[in-house]
Every structure is written in structure tokens, then in C-alpha cells.
């Protein structure tokens, strides 16, 4: 299993301009999370799907903020437009949690890191 | 909201050295988890635990689920430079959701 995918590994645009983040979980995975990871805040979850469909957007910071998942193999993070303040590392993480071996536990990608100049 | 204090914040160690941190929370899991974060990457789960009072572990790792519930405890025993990292809690943030918020971890240094 080649685990939780996310490109670009490293993205740096400059104010204003829109970022896109991509995801691919694992197979089989029907629980597909986003979060942000910051020095201030720390990890934050911005949303999480179940099953393609969005479950909790809360964590959302803005309307600038959206997040797709067209399929249960690709999932998107769109920031329009983008500020210096989003710069932070964006996770992905997948899960099934019926799967006994998963324990529970969320399966995260490598990350995004992004920073906005 | 709901909130997960770990401490302590960072710890520099002695190659050899036991570890032990832990992780508070303001209100009662059902479930706690434990994760690394190795520099560059996304956090690993180590270990999860289940029931008050369970103590599980994983190599060098044991992990307790407080009988509070409302508490968690990580030991590393005999440390190695590779326990380099950030170490998380976790826990479901509604019971009955897999919607888990992450504490504020502890970032592990160890000299060789």
C-alpha cells in the first residue's frame, strides 16, 4: 500500500493568487480528513468526509477556504484567494475504522507544506 | 472547546534515558491515542488505547488510558537518537465520531 498521497510536497505563491492541494488516500479508506499544522495552533482539522460526502467543514477558517472530494480516491483543499497568514503544513489523513488493524487511528500523507510571500 | 494540554512542552534527554510525558484533557475520552511526528513528515500512529486503566505497549513504548478518562501517559524507556520527534495525543473530539483533536505535543531531543 503506497499510504496516504499529497502534492505538491511544497508550494510557495505569492499573496492572492489560489493553491490547490491535492490527496489521494488509501484504498478503501471511506474517511478522508484535511488539517492545518501550525507552531501557534498546532494540528487543526479543518474537515473531514465520509463516504465522498463532506461531513464537518467547521474547522474552516474561511470562505476562502473549500474542499472537494469527487471521488473516493482524490480529495482537493482550494485556498482563493491565498494570504501570508495560511502559510502551515496541510495534512491529509485517511481511515476506516472498521478495519480492525486500523485501531482506530488515522493513517496521515506527508503533508504540504506551503507558504504564501 | 475541547482541549488537550500535553506536557512537558520539550525535553532534551540522554541517550539511554527513560521518558515520560502525558496529556490532559478538559473533558472524558473513551479513546486515546498516542502519535510521532518525525521532522518533514506526517504524524504515525504508536499506540491506542481503549478502556480506563488499559496499559498497552509497542517495543520501548507503553502507553496508559488514565482511570479518570481524562488523562493519558507515554513512556519511552531506554531512549535512542531515532525517538527524535514530536509526540501527540489524541482523542475523539464527540464521543461517537472519528473527528479527533490532536494535543499540543511534546517535541523529544535526545543527545547522543
Known amino acids: 500500500d503506497a499510504g496516504v498521497i499529497q502534492s505538491p510536497r511544497h508550494e510557495v505563491t505569492e499573496m492572492g493568487q489560489e493553491v490547490t492541494l491535492r490527496c489521494k488516500p488509501i484504498?478503501?479508506?471511506?474517511?478522508l480528513f484535511w488539517y492545518r499544522q501550525t507552531m501557534m495552533r498546532g494540528l487543526e482539522l479543518l474537515i473531514y468526509?465520509?463516504?465522498?460526502?463532506?461531513?464537518?467543514d467547521s474547522g474552516m477558517p474561511e470562505d476562502r477556504f473549500s474542499a472537494k472530494m469527487p471521488n473516493a480516491s482524490f480529495s482537493t483543499l482550494k485556498i482563493q484567494p491565498s494570504e501570508p497568514r495560511d502559510s502551515a503544513v496541510y495534512f491529509c489523513?485517511?481511515?476506516?475504522?472498521?478495519?480492525?488493524?486500523?485501531?482506530?487511528?488515522?493513517?496521515f500523507g506527508s503533508g504540504t507544506r506551503l507558504t504564501v510571500v | 472547546g475541547q482541549q488537550l494540554n500535553q506536557s512537558p512542552q520539550s525535553m532534551f534527554i540522554q541517550e539511554g534515558e527513560d521518558v515520560s510525558m502525558n496529556c490532559t484533557s478538559s473533558?472524558?475520552?473513551?479513546?486515546w491515542l498516542w502519535y510521532k511526528q518525525d521532522p518533514g513528515e506526517g504524524p504515525v500512529l504508536l499506540i491506542a488505547?481503549?478502556?480506563?486503566?488499559e496499559l498497552t505497549s509497542n517495543g520501548r513504548l507503553t502507553a496508559q488510558f488514565g482511570i479518570t478518562r481524562k488523562d493519558s501517559f507515554l513512556n519511552i524507556s531506554a531512549s535512542i537518537p531515532s525517538d527524535v520527534g514530536i509526540y501527540f495525543c489524541?482523542?475523539?473530539?464527540?464521543?461517537?465520531?472519528?473527528?479527533?483533536?490532536f494535543g499540543t505535543g511534546t517535541r523529544l531531543k535526545v543527545l547522543a
Open positions: 489523513a485517511s481511515n476506516d475504522p472498521r478495519r480492525i488493524e486500523n485501531n482506530y487511528g488515522y493513517t
Open positions: 484504498s478503501g479508506h471511506d474517511y
Open positions: 468526509f465520509n463516504n465522498n460526502v463532506p461531513i464537518d
Open positions: 473533558s472524558i475520552f473513551n479513546t
Open positions: 488505547l481503549y478502556k480506563a486503566g
Open positions: 489524541a482523542g475523539p473530539g464527540n464521543s461517537g465520531t472519528y473527528k479527533y483533536i
